[in-house]
């Protein structure tokens, strides 16, 4: 009953971390860089790290650790790997959606591409999520997915996943901090000097740590064996094929 009763406190914080996030990135765009459009201006830049951190970091771990809710233990698996599936198809939708935005006011201004680590390792991520996503469809929940094939991915699937959330946070992190020095340039641009830690540089840094914070949280909810579905042995995997019963 304890080990029930953490599990819902560190839940209920990721949920709110991750509200605060999606808050704080919102607040940031909208209030310091002047709002949202889609014509190849800094406002459709805007869009990137909305939906890169709503959907590359928030989502993402959210859908990650929606195996480990108790309410979903000993249910049919059916509805949980539908909402599992929708949600990252979601978070990857946002993710690819955010790099278009970029890309689209990177050309429209003349501005290079992929030239900063930040960019590096955010395409990574996201071109890892698209793998991950597929092969996770194709392998876990077909019908015709082999429970040998199952048995093989399963600890590759996990891996990646808490690799692609790592990836995920430091992209969006380096990002924030990327665009605050490009932003916050002081005299000619009308902006205080990000090294002033004026009050967006406040706000853009606590969502830095916002994020950290939500990573951790999740990193802990999956870490945690007493938190992990108990129907779940070693040789079953925590995906089974769709439409196909569970033998557990």
């Known amino acids: ?3 029930v009763v953490s599990f819902y406190i560190f839940y209920v914080l990721s949920l709110l ?7 704080c990135v919102c607040l940031w765009n909208s209030k310091w860089r002047g709002g949202f459009a889609w014509d190849g201006s800094a406002l459709q830049f805007n869009w990137h790290p909305v939906l890169m951190v709503t959907g590359l970091v928030v989502l993402y771990g959210y859908g990650a650790v929606l195996y480990r809710i108790p309410l979903t233990w000993g249910q049919n698996k059916l509805p949980w790997k539908l909402v599992h599936a929708t949600l990252m198809l979601l978070a990857l939708v946002l993710s690819i959606v955010g790099l278009c935005a970029v890309f689209d006011f990177h050309n429209a201004k003349n501005i290079a591409n992929l030239y900063s680590l930040h960019s590096w390792i955010g395409i990574t991520a996201t071109a890892l999520f698209a793998i991950q996503w597929v092969v996770g469809l194709t392998s876990f929940l077909l019908p015709c997915s082999p429970t040998s094939l199952r048995k093989l991915l399963k600890p590759i699937h996990v891996w990646f996943g808490g690799s692609i959330l790592t990836l995920s946070i430091v992209a969006c992190i380096s990002g924030i901090n990327e665009k605050l020095i490009f932003s ?22 606590s969502l ?12 802990k909810i999956l870490s945690n064996h007493k938190w992990q579905r108990p129907d779940s042995g070693p040789e079953d995997m925590a ?9 557990e």
Do not use: H, W
Not at 17 to 23: I, R
Not at 192 to 201: R, V
Not at 239 to 247: H, R, S, V
């Open 1 to 3: 009953m304890r080990s």
């Open 17 to 23: 971390l991750g509200l605060a996030c999606v808050v």
């Open 184 to 205: 916050l340039k002081g005299s000619g641009n009308g902006t205080q000097p990000y090294a002033n830690l004026p009050p967006e540089a406040v706000l853009g840094n």
């Open 208 to 219: 830095g740590v916002l994020i950290v914070a939500f990573g951790l949280v999740v990193f």
């Open 239 to 247: 995906y089974t094929p769709l439409f196909q019963e569970d033998n």
